[in-house]
Structure formats: C-alpha cells, structure tokens
C-alpha cells in the first residue's frame, strides 16, 4: 500500500499561556485538507504550496499577511520550495508586496535557470509573471494570533512550513517567513536558503523554523538529512540538528518526513505551533509539550 505523510509548522515561537486554540483549529483543517489531497494522488510539490500559500494568507502565522515589519518598518518576506525527486528548488528573499511568496518560489524554480531571486528583482519577477501583488500595505498586514504589539520590539520571530510525501514515493518541502521581528532591512534568515532552511531529497524532506542565524550556522535541515542518511532515525537526526542550534545560542524546530512515511516534530524553543497526518500516522495537532 502507499505511503503518504504531510507535516506542518506555524513556528517555533509561541508564548506560553498565550492562546493558540485558533492556529491549532486552523492546522488541524489544513492537515486534513493535504491528507485528502495526498490520498486523491496530489503531488508532494503541490501539496506544500498549497499549504504554505494557505498559511501565508490567513494571517494566523509571522509570514505573508502576519508578518511583522522590519526595522525600517516596512515588511520583507522570504520563501523557498523544494522537490525531492530532482532536487529542483526556488526560492525569493527580501521581497516586498507579494501575497503568496511561496508561489512566487515555485515560481522561480521552474520558470527561471534560477534557484533564488532577491529584493526588487524577486518582485519583478513576481509583477511580469502575474503573481499576487499587495495593493495597500499599510492595511493588508495584521498581527497575528498570539502576536502582541510588544512582541514587535523584542525580536521574536515566527515562520510557516510544510513537508510531505505523496503516493508516488515523492518528497516536497516548503518554508515561508516574515522574519525576526525589528531585523534589519535586507536581513535574510535560514528561510529561503535551500540547506538550511528548506530541505528534499529522496529520502526526506524537511522544514525549519527558529532563529534564523542559528539555524544557518548549524546547517539545519540538511544536517538533519545528513546524519539521517548516516544511519541516525528522523527524530534523532533532528534532536542532534537542535541540540547544536543551542550550544550555538539559538531555538528551533525542525519538521519532518522520511520516504517510509515517518514524520518527526521536535523543538527547543518554547513550543511549536504543528499537525501532522499521514497513512501510518493519526492526526496529531499541538503547539506546546503534550
Ligand atoms: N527562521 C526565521 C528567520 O530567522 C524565523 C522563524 O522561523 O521564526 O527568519
């Protein structure tokens, strides 16, 4: 019988004693809608598209719509998309007025020779090839739920993504982000980084969230591919990813899914906001420790 699994992630930065009942009811429909889909026979790829461009457009979540603005006050977005089975993958950074920066992604990855395009090219981009722009930033952006005014000077962060595997025995990831709240214009985080932030290959795919810099410099997803192809289990190979995103000072969660059809979820923040459903797995939603 077939394998499918899809995984989701709001972020690795909620708030203890915050209410999130509201993003979980929302990942708990969104996790069954990718499952149908899966079980119809979409693809991996469409699938975390789907996904993402439905957590970015919600404003539930610090990307698309929630996203916070940087320092200079206005919002920068970053995404990235990857396919396992050819490793093709896209990615946008710095950009401004896109709806659906995941599209925009895709996008990318299989209308240019192109892995990445930033800031105003990525928007270009974006323009000529008739993706969603935002026609009045200063009232399509709100805080998301669990998000406080507050929250925008501390440098909190959040981040959506999606991992899945469909019935054909392919792998797809997708990550998208606002950013830390307050960064610096320009600041590019782990999340459009295909490595880092963003991971599929043949045999898992993978999904970050956290701080960005720790992330970058600890290897993130793909270090979690490599020491699961070395012979480490999902969890374990995302437990040694997180534990060296802490020893270099940072907080993560990472999502995942294995050709096999596991699914791991795990983090060192606080909690990550999180559902996950496949053929060998009941749903599981949460945002905090069980
Ligand atoms: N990783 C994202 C970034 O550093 C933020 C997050 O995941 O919360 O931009």
Request: include cysteine; proline fraction near 3%; aromatic fraction near 4%.
């Amino acid at each position: 019988m077939a394998n499918y699994a899809v995984a989701l992630h709001g972020g690795a930065g909620p708030v203890p004693g915050r209410d999130y009942v509201a993003t979980e009811a929302h990942l708990e429909c969104l996790a069954n809608t990718c499952n149908e889909r899966l079980i119809a026979g979409a693809a991996a790829l469409d699938v975390v598209e789907f996904a993402v461009a439905e957590l970015e457009s919600c404003g539930l979540y610090v990307a698309g719509k929630g996203s916070a603005p940087n320092s200079a006050g206005y919002v920068e977005l970053d995404a990235s998309i990857m396919h396992g089975p050819d490793r093709a993958a896209g990615a946008v950074a710095a950009v401004v007025d896109v709806v659906n920066p995941v599209c925009v992604a895709r996008g990318v990855m299989e209308r240019t020779p192109h892995v990445m395009l930033a800031a105003q090219g990525a928007l270009n981009f974006a323009r000529d090839n008739g993706f969603k722009l935002v026609d009045d930033a200063e009232t399509y952006y709100v805080l998301p739920v669990g998000v406080t005014a507050e929250d925008i000077s501390e440098q909190k962060h959040g981040t959506v993504g999606a991992v899945a595997l469909d019935n054909s025995g392919a792998l797809a990831a997708a990550t998208s982000t606002g950013g830390t709240f307050m960064k610096l214009e320009g600041r590019v985080g782990d999340t459009p980084l295909i490595g880092p932030g963003t991971w599929a290959d043949d045999n898992v795919a993978i999904s970050c969230t956290g701080t960005g810099e720790h992330i970058i410099r600890s290897g993130g997803a793909i270090a979690v591919a490599h020491h699961h192809s070395a012979g480490a289990s999902l969890t374990e190979a995302i437990q040694r990813v997180l534990a060296e995103i802490k020893r270099l000072g940072g907080d993560a969660g990472i999502i995942a899914a294995s050709r096999h059809g596991e699914i791991a979820m795990a983090y060192n923040s606080d909690g990550m906001k999180r559902a996950a459903i496949g053929s060998d797995s009941p749903l599981q939603v949460a945002t905090f420790d069980d």
